[in-house]
């Protein structure tokens, strides 16, 4: 697994999630990216598909809504850090659906 990329956040967040994500259906992930090797094809392709059916949450900064998404994303998964957030992003874009 290469190593992530850490991001910096500028803004402060300010705004509870409007989405409830404890309630979101992580098997489409946690289905097909297994441990050890967490193939970086399967599971970015599937974190990305599910991450943009939430698309407008998951990309606003001012909210928690990321942090609530990828945290409940880890604990469905049993992910460890890194997995997703570094890995599956484009080149610097720190959007989680793009």
């Known amino acids: 697994m290469?190593?992530?990329e850490v991001i910096n956040y500028t803004h402060p967040i300010s705004k509870p999630c409007?989405?409830?994500f404890s309630a979101v259906d992580y098997s489409p992930?946690?289905?097909v990216c297994k441990a050890p090797?967490?193939?970086e094809k399967q599971c970015?392709?599937?974190f990305k598909a599910l991450a943009c059916k939430y698309g407008q949450h998951v990309n606003d900064y001012s909210t928690i809504c990321p942090i609530e998404f990828v945290s409940y994303l880890n604990l469905a998964g049993s992910y460890p850090m890194g997995v997703f957030v570094g890995r599956c992003n484009e080149d610097g874009d720190?959007?989680?659906c793009s």
């Open 37 to 39: 090797d967490y193939n």
């Open 94 to 96: 720190h959007r989680l």
């Open 18 to 20: 409007s989405m409830k």
């Open 44 to 46: 970015c392709d599937a």
């Open 29 to 31: 992930v946690t289905n």
């Open 2 to 4: 290469k190593e992530p």
